[in-house]
């Protein structure tokens, strides 16, 4: 027997844990710009729309960034009139990524309903991401997010190298708080706080979210996102929620990476996220049974297995 067939994981809640926790799903886009080969854009569409049927809410889509920085995702006006249905049908948000006012143009005119901005918590990336330094990049930003927010549309701030940057090293949380504090004066409905290289340990965790409510940045509108370098992930997750955050990003099958850090590994996989959240009896409306097919799937699509331990779990075969 399977072992969800024996009633696997066996749920025992822990105590101070939210009842449900949204996972903010990053594959199509986190996922897929980090691969060597570029995906078809009807693969893209496939795997949006399973991901959809596997009972994710928030499924981030592509990136309206220009082709020449990341010719994986220069399909986007073509992929996302292909999913964009999944939101009257299913109620699926689809994020964006938009780099400045040109790529926020270009989504607004195909009916996008919720963007990003992507900011960084470093100069050393600011510089490599955006050629441009922080203070430079939340001036490019504001006017993508007045405008946006001007559109009724809803705004999520990305903060990368949170928690270590593979130039500068250790980052002091007062300069990843002011970052945010800075999105957030902006206008940005929700942060996302980047473990960008996957360096993040539990308590620096846990001291970042309590400096942020300490300058005015309330715990219910930040996310997290982890990468499982050194196997922290899902650690840095639960400290998360032990601090009361609800939403959680994650990749199916654990597709993605980090470019300036050549031993990161991918985001935290979806399906290792939510075998540990069944079993703690936080509700996420996935399934896990169909979220690992997906996964599979695409790994095939993409010629090698899934990194995500859970998708290997379930997924073998004698």
Same mark, same amino acid.
């Given at each position: 027997?399977?072992?969800?067939? $024996?009633? $696997? ?22 996922? /897929? ?5 570029? &995906?078809?854009?009807?693969?893209? =569409? ?25 010719? #994986?995702?220069?399909?986007?006006? #073509?992929?996302?009139? @292909? ?14 990524? +938009? ?7 270009? =989504?607004?005119? /195909? ?5 990003? &901005? *992507?900011?960084?918590?470093?100069? %050393? *990336? ?7 330094? +922080?203070?430079? %990049?939340?001036?490019?930003? !504001? ?11 809803? +705004? ?14 250790? &980052? ?17 409905? !929700? ?19 309590? !400096? ?9 509108? @930040? ?54 959240? #069944? ?28 990194? %995500? ?8 075969? !004698?």
């Amino acid at each position: 027997m399977s072992t969800p067939e $024996l009633g $696997l994981p066996m749920v025992v809640p822990a105590q101070d844990l939210p009842a449900r926790v949204r996972i903010h799903e990053v594959g199509a886009r986190d996922g /897929l710009q980090n691969e060597k080969a570029t &995906v078809p854009t009807e693969v893209k =569409a496939e795997f949006i729309r399973r991901l959809a049927d596997a009972g994710l809410t928030t499924i981030e889509a592509t990136s309206f960034v220009h082709p020449k920085w990341v010719p #994986q995702l220069a399909d986007s006006e #073509q992929l996302f009139p @292909l999913v964009s249905d999944l939101g009257d049908t299913a109620g699926v948000r689809l994020p964006v990524l +938009v780099p400045n006012e040109r790529g926020l143009d270009r =989504a607004l005119a /195909l009916g996008a309903r919720h963007v990003a &901005v *992507f900011a960084s918590a470093t100069e %050393s *990336f600011a510089k490599a991401n955006l050629n441009r330094t +922080v203070d430079e %990049s939340l001036a490019m930003f !504001e006017p993508v997010v007045s405008r946006a927010r001007a559109d009724r549309a809803h +705004v999520r701030g990305y903060v990368s190298m949170c928690f270590g940057d593979p130039w500068e090293g250790a &980052v002091p949380i007062h300069q990843v708080v002011r970052v945010c504090r800075a999105l957030l004066d902006m206008g940005c409905d !929700e942060l996302s706080l980047g473990d960008t290289i996957g360096v993040a340990t539990p308590g620096h965790v846990q001291n970042l979210l309590a !400096e942020l409510n300490e300058e005015g940045v309330p715990t219910s509108v @930040l996310g997290v996102h982890f990468h499982d370098t050194y196997g922290q992930a899902l650690a840095n997750t639960l400290a998360s929620l032990q601090h009361g955050v609800t939403t959680v990003d994650a990749s199916a099958g654990g597709l993605g990476g980090c470019p300036y850090a050549k031993s990161a590994t991918g985001n935290l996989a979806t399906e290792d996220l939510v075998w540990m959240l #069944q079993g703690l009896g936080i509700d996420t409306g996935v399934d896990l049974g169909r979220l690992t097919a997906t996964s599979v799937w695409m790994a095939g699509q993409l010629g090698r297995p899934s990194p %995500s331990r859970t998708v290997k779990a379930l997924s073998h075969q !004698e």
